[in-house]
């Protein structure tokens, strides 16, 4: 019996002895499993923290060179613009008139976006007039007259055999009084070139080539001026 007793004793021992290694073993485990978890947390951090760095990055060479874009834009489009006030000016200089545009283009504003606005102004003898709009009507024929004449030149400077030296204009001085309508008659004849130019108004003064069409009916008729 002391022996069973003994036997029984030492086998319980034992099996406390398997029983806190069994559980030394499954603490050692969990904290290595824990370790590693940590690990990978902090190496996934690191790689998350690395790709945001980098989008981060891509993202300001991105918009970098959208405000780059956006000023090449910019510049290009004011070239033209000033391009255009001058060829305008020289025509104004040219028909001797004292009227003068000043062309405002495109600008940047502070948010990186483009203001697409053109602002015109004035000048008579070189005094300010203001806007465009402040301008009499024969004044702001002769402008957009003297505008329109520019860019023909433009695109004749562009064109294939120097393009054509006709310029077509439909009604743009139908607020005009008969003054303004011939001193815009005038500056066309000036430039030497030929010109369609049509208007509702009447004038007095004779021209070698003049057309006057009636309507009657609802039927255009096209005759001389008698």
Known sequence: ??????????QNGLNKIAEAEAKAK?????EALKAEKAVNEAIAKKVADKKQREAVVKFNEFKEQEQRF??????????KINSIAQITNKVLQDVKSPLRVHLSGFTVTKTGKVRDKISISVTRDGIDC???????A????????ANI??????TNLNAVGGGLNLICIDEIMDSCEEAGIMGVADIANQLGITVLLI??????ESY????VVTKRCGVSLIGSKS
Do not use: Y
Request: charged share 30%; aromatic share 8%; glycine share 8%.
């Open 1 to 10: 019996k002391k022996f069973d007793a003994w036997k029984a004793d030492k």
């Open 26 to 30: 499954k603490e050692a485990a969990a």
């Open 70 to 79: 956006v000023g090449f834009k910019t510049h290009l489009a004011n070239t």
């Open 130 to 136: 203001g806007s465009f709009l402040k301008c009499s």
């Open 138 to 145: 024969g004044e702001r024929a002769r402008i957009m007259f």
């Open 149 to 154: 004449v520019a860019m023909q030149r433009m």
């Open 199 to 204: 208007t509702q108004g009447k004038t007095t």
């Open 208 to 211: 070698p080539h003049e057309l």
